[in-house]
Nanobody, 123 residues
Framework: QVQLVESGGGLVQAGGSLRLSCAAS????????WGWFRQAPGKEREFVAC????????NYAESVKGRFTISRDNAKNTVYLQMTSLRPEDTAVYFC????????????????WGQGTQVTVSS
């Protein structure tokens, strides 16, 4: 099993920045890649970004390209999501996820999930 714990959420004004962290524990050697998803009230969970364990492969949702950056520190078993130029429509609960086989934009591809961290962007 792998346990994921997110941190770094909060309230920020539009145009501001936040960095989310996701620390993994347990059988971290089984992780192939990481993903960030978000879910706003009344909406489905949507893909934000993903990264392979070696950092070679990254992918972003069109809505966050150029504003968000995903990275990882394997020594710390931690993945990050640097968010800049935040907009009110970025307001959501952000979830970290880990995949054992392959990564992509579908929540079904991920085996482990964190509890989420709230990001609120005020206008």
């Amino acid at each position: 099993q792998v346990q994921l714990v997110e941190s770094g959420g909060g309230l920020v004004q539009a145009g501001g920045s936040l960095r989310l962290s996701c620390a993994a524990s347990g059988r971290t050697g089984s992780i192939y890649g990481w993903g960030w998803f978000r879910q706003a009230p009344g909406k489905e969970r949507e893909f934000v970004a993903c990264i392979s364990w070696n950092g070679v492969t990254t992918n972003y949702a069109e809505s966050v390209k150029g504003r968000f950056t995903i990275s990882r520190d394997n020594a710390k078993n931690t993945v990050y999501l640097q968010m800049t130029s935040l907009r009110p429509e970025d307001t959501a609960v952000y979830f970290c996820a880990a995949a054992s086989t392959y990564i992509g934009g579908s929540p079904a591809q991920y085996n482990y999930w964190g509890q989420g961290t709230q990001v609120t962007v005020s206008s």
